[in-house]
């Protein structure tokens, strides 16, 4: 992995992608949401449109493009730190996922729209159009990529019908039946679901890690009884406990980024996205445990990211499908677990 | 953060990978006919016979210099090894302590004498060696030990009493925690390590029944034994400081995370039997999976870590809490699972197996380091004490 992209996302993302950034993009959202989408993002969040375009001069969005396609050439398995750090930042526009579909587009000999895309696995036909709920980012979208059956189908936002979502950022969608014959279609070359799915474990990993080292500066600075909270030995218990979740699921996220080129392993995103899931919920639970009724208040930023971990969690599928997924290639699998856990864990990159 | 931001995804290299196929070949063999629930005890399964096959193979004592009888491999070479040795459960367990801590422990600290006498006959398989550390009342606190030794003309005069001394009965050795100066008060200062010949006037030991009905832990007394003066490993009052770094080290290890594989791995055999398996069992089985994987690859990454000279303390100790409460989790999930059929056939050796580790799987996170002592050394590495 190119140490400078990195260096600089994280300059980006640490001056333009800051707790009150997250906060105003989410507060004007808010207050247009009911509203019809648009395509002009200015119009829904003048923050989100001024973040993204930083993003877009910077080339973020292209990483995952070959070199003579104007980008860098990345693969998942570098894409990871990338996601990582949009995790870490509690990154409100769904870049990771416009990453990934430029990637296919390109390689699907697409050409990239302009603007954010977010994703939809689970395109559904209804009475002649398409739908979808709960499209993550797609009130700071304009695209969505989405899967139905084979195919994979780039759709407007603003070509449809939306209504609100559980999570602000987010919205259900409905396209007309003639908006899907006019959009670009192409055959889908993997699965739409496991490739957010691994995205979305890189997204979780970088905020396990935010959740936890802002939870480990409370516990120093706190005091209660004449010390600091992080002195008693309960508290100390629960830090050790959300230490062990945090490196657990920031290897499990690596091992779901794990692959050479823009199309993950699903085995592999099985043990991602199961083992992510699991911690956001004991990690965000321990992180509000410790921070007491603070830590409850929407002034305080630690819900930026709780409220992400059970957002990512909800995404792409649960502990639960994945479990199920990897339990069946298990059983398949026949002879020793070991060997199915040595054909997980072991990077091909150093081979 | 660089203790939860440092351990990169990698895998173990060509060169320890090497043996992995003969060594699989061996197992094949020499487990056949292993029952799966006596195979399930592996790192306490005691079998002498099948350590000096071991030591003939040159699978023992892998990384130990060759003139002290050792075959100068890498470490990675030795954790595939051990690694399959405990996914067949082969019984490890008469020379596991002196291969993995008492003959390193000698070669980091012992003397030229100590290191020909007592390492080359561990590298064969013919020499075992147990851990004296816990006493009655310094289990957790080990500076408290009391056990003492006073330096007489002879050597040294050692009386007190050890406890819970893993396979003490069938042990040649025993590297003693000891008190050698100083009084208890004084805590970790004049602590020192001991070899003592089990073998010598007043030394008696006496097997304890754990809960499974087995007998692999000992009461050991000394009642004025007399040690040459050369029974002390490493300097006098160093003891805490080369117990603490011996412990460290045998954290992250294949061992905290395959205690329960052979279970798993027959449970997994027989949801295969299965017309059509439980959606929960399939379910169960990936769950287990999804986070024995990651830990693995943490095991792993952390070796690497070791083998370039670092000191993972802190990582080491999030991969064994984690293993072993993972370990300790498979047979309890699967008696769930198992008992959730109706009136179905579960073949008895599988209820074997499942008895067998429910009843052993308390000691997984005992042994080695209470959880509780491991979270305290976690939050320590984490600055907070
Ligand atoms: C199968 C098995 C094999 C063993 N083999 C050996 C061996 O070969 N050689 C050997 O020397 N020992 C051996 N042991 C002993 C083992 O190392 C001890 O059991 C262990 O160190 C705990 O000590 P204890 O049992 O005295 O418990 P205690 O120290 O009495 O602890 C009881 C409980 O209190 C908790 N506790 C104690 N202090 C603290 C603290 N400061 N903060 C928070 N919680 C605390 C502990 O975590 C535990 O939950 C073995 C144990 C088992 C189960």
Known sequence: MDHLIIDALRDVLTGQCTPAIVRAIENEVAAHNGCAPETDLTKISATAATLWQQIEDTGFADLLLPEDEGGAGLALRDAFAVWDLLGQHAMPLPLAETMLARGWLVAAGVAVPQGAIALAPHLLVEGGGVGTSGVRGARVAQWVLGQHGGELVLLPVAGAQASPSIFVLDAD???????????????????????????????????????????????????????????????????????????????????????????????????????????AVEVASLAHSVHGAIGFTTEFDLQLFTRRLHLWRQTAGSESYWQLQAGQALVAAGGMSLDVIRQITDSTAAA | ???????????????????????????????????????????????????????????????????????????????????????????????????????????????????????????????????????????????????????????????????????????????????????????????????????????????????????????????????????????????????TAELAFERSGPERLFSSVVLFDQWLAFLRTEATPRAESLRLAGQILTRLAPLRALSVAVQEKLVQGQSPIVEAALVKDQGTVLEQYIPAAIADDLMAREGAAIPHELMLTLNYLTLVSPCYTLRGGTRSILRGMIARGLGLR
């Open chain 1, 173 to 279: 969608l409905r396209w007309k039946a003639e908006t899907l014959v006019s959009a670009t279609r192409v055959p889908a070359p993997a699965s739409l679901l496991v490739a957010q799915a691994g995205l979305v474990s890189a997204l979780l990993a970088g905020s396990l890690l935010t959740t936890f080292e802002s939870t480990l500066n409370f516990a120093n600075e706190r005091q209660q009884f004449g010390r600091p909270i992080g002195k008693f030995q309960a508290i100390q218990h629960e830090l050790a406990v959300m230490a062990e979740h945090v490196s657990a699921a920031r290897m499990a996220a690596q091992i779901a980024c794990e692959a050479g080129g823009v199309l993950a392993d699903p085995l592999k995103v099985a043990v991602g996205k199961a083992r992510t899931g699991e911690a």
């Open chain 2, 1 to 243: 953060m660089t203790i939860l931001n440092g351990l990169g995804l990698t895998r173990i290299p060509p060169e320890g990978e090497a043996l992995r196929a003969e060594v699989r070949a061996f197992l094949q063999d020499a487990v056949k006919d292993i029952p799966a629930h006596i195979r399930a005890k592996s790192w306490s399964g005691y079998d002498p016979a099948f350590s000096r096959r071991l030591g003939e193979k040159g699978w023992l004592g892998m990384t130990f210099p060759t003139a002290y009888g050792g075959h100068a491999q890498g470490a990675f070479a030795r954790y595939v090894v051990v690694e399959e040795l405990l996914n067949f459960g082969a019984p490890v367990g008469s020379h596991w302590i002196a291969e993995r801590q008492s003959a390193p422990l000698i070669l980091k600290y012992g003397t030229e004498a100590q290191k020909q006498r007592y390492v080359p006959p561990v590298a064969r398989g013919e020499s075992f060696f147990c851990i004296g550390m816990s006493e009655p009342n310094a289990g957790s606190d080990l500076a408290s030990v009391r056990t003492r030794a006073v330096p007489n003309d002879a050597g040294w005069l050692l009386n007190g009493q050890k406890i819970w001394t893993t396979n003490a009965q069938h042990c040649q050795y025993m590297i003693a925690l000891v008190r050698t100066s100083g009084e208890a008060a004084d805590r970790h200062k004049g602590l020192s390590q001991l070899i003592v010949d089990l073998n010598l006037p007043g030394v008696t030991v006496r097997p304890i029944e754990d809960m499974s009905g087995d007998s692999h832990f000992c009461e050991v007394f000394f009642e004025n034994v007399q040690l040459a003066p050369d029974a002390l490993v490493g300097a006098e009052g160093q003891g805490w400081e080369q117990v």
